[in-house]
């Protein structure tokens, strides 16, 4: 049964930015917003958008994300014909190849796309939170006779230089791209959205093949098909949209949820978000616990005081302990007394009593500079913090570490405590 439009869903990055939350997990499959994880975004945007057939293209640490993909039943992509497909790197003739570049992993999918016969393909990234409609999108492409269309945001002028920047005329076609520009023309930035007509992406992947091992969108197609003179069209996004890859934008994203009015709202009726959430039992709060503007998942027991932080399902705060402007996901326990203060603890962990996370000068990481520098310490997921040990800020920690491990038992701001073993 021919496809009108398709959608190749790129969630193969390992998010470096994001530390060691992405240490054993990929980027799309990071939770967000208390239950979620980042690639239901996108997702639940197709099946609300009427894309009934999505392949997902996996790399780095696809564990966690292909298990909460499943065969898509969240989503109603349970199909015989279409649905989700998750679509890992394989052996093809001699060898197996990884996917080396945006376009390049779309290229090697270039059967399973033809198996539908689609007019038009979207291509989307799996690891930005927002709410779209595809169809509009591919409406306009088709009012516009393009041969690409690329969704763009405007973004601040001082912070262009930070993305791909599509320069248009009047009609918001395309005259030129630029990639991370020192001087940027315009902030129309590129969102990682593109609808093409599927022959001419098709012929451009090939052509670009043969030339680039490692061929990307932003770096040869994209130029590539400016360069042959084929019609590209910029659409104008004038919603929520966040690209939340680093710690701080991660974190703050996250925290926005909690306000009373949030500008990205979770909890409407007519564009829901959707995702596999495993059957968990009630919150218990207890008499003595104290909660405050806080987001409290399902299966949280919350035994002592937690304010302005998000937790995920099936967390524990055992007496005593006090989580502050924290994010703490699924199946993590904070036991009795520790105190937690500008943190991100990723999901089953363990955090011993007593412990204090999130303390002392604000001193920027000495091995990750770029990656921890705004006072927020992260624990890697399945990692174990044992008793009494006290953290400085812009810390990372993963693994089972013990007492052994920390000189004094304490890890002083800015350094790293990285254990293999983790799982």
């Known amino acids: 049964m021919k496809k009108e439009m398709i959608a190749m869903l790129l969630a193969g990055g390992q998010g470096s930015r994001l530390g060691a939350l992405t240490q054993q997990i990929a980027k799309p499959a990071v939770m967000f917003g208390g239950k979620y994880r ?4 996108p997702l639940s945007n197709c099946i609300n958008s009427g894309i ?28 015989a014909h279409g649905g989700v497909t998750v679509l890992s790197p394989f052996v093809s003739g001699n060898q197996g190849e990884w996917y080396s570049g945006t376009a390049n992993a779309i290229y ?19 690891d930005h939170v927002y709410k779209m409609d595809y169809n509009e999108m591919l409406q306009y492409h088709k009012e516009k006779g393009a041969s690409a269309t690329i969704g763009v945001i405007e973004v601040p002028m ?43 992406l098709k012929k451009a992947l090939i052509d670009a093949n043969e030339q680039h091992s490692d061929s990307d969108f932003g770096k040869h197609i994209i130029p590539d098909l400016l360069n042959q003179g084929k019609p590209l069209f910029a659409y104008p996004f004038r919603s929520y949209w966040k690209d ?16 009373i009015v949030p500008e990205f709202n979770l909890y409407d009726n007519f564009w829901n978000i959707y995702t596999n959430s495993d059957n968990h039992g009630p919150q218990f709060i207890s008499n003595d616990a104290t909660v405050g503007h806080s ?10 005081e937690v304010y302005n932080s998000i937790l995920s399902p099936n967390v524990k705060v055992e007496p005593g302990a006090v989580v502050r402007n924290s994010i703490i996901m699924q199946n993590t326990v904070i036991k009795s007394n520790a105190s937690i203060d500008r943190c991100i603890i990723s999901e089953n962990s363990n955090i011993g009593a007593n412990v204090k996370l999130g303390v002392g000068e604000d001193i920027i990481n ?13 624990v890697g997921a399945f990692t174990t913090i044992p008793d009494g040990v006290v953290v400085g800020k812009n810390c990372e920690i993963a693994g089972n570490t013990t007492n052994d491990h920390y000189q004094n038992n304490k890890l002083e701001s800015g350094q790293s405590l990285i254990v293999e073993g983790g799982l």
């Open 38 to 41: 980042i690639i239901d975004f």
């Open 295 to 304: 987001l409290i998942s399902k299966g949280c027991e919350i035994e002592g």
């Open 366 to 378: 000495v091995n990750k500079p770029r990656v921890y520098d705004s006072g927020i310490s992260v």
């Open 158 to 200: 001082e912070d262009a230089h930070q993305f791909g920047i599509m320069n248009t005329d009047d009609s918001h076609k395309i005259i030129e791209f630029e990639e991370k520009p020192e001087n940027p023309k315009s902030n129309f930035a590129s969102m990682g959205i593109y609808i093409f007509d599927w022959k001419v």
């Open 52 to 79: 009934d057939t999505v392949g997902v293209l996996t790399q780095y640490e696809p564990l966690v994300l292909t298990k909460h993909i499943g065969i898509g039943i969240p989503w109603d992509m349970d199909l």
């Open 108 to 126: 090697q999918n270039i059967k399973f796309i033809d198996t539908y016969d689609p007019e038009y393909v979207l291509i989307l990234s799996g």
């Open 244 to 259: 939340i890859g680093t710690i701080e934008a991660y974190w703050q994203a996250n925290m926005e949820l909690s306000y």
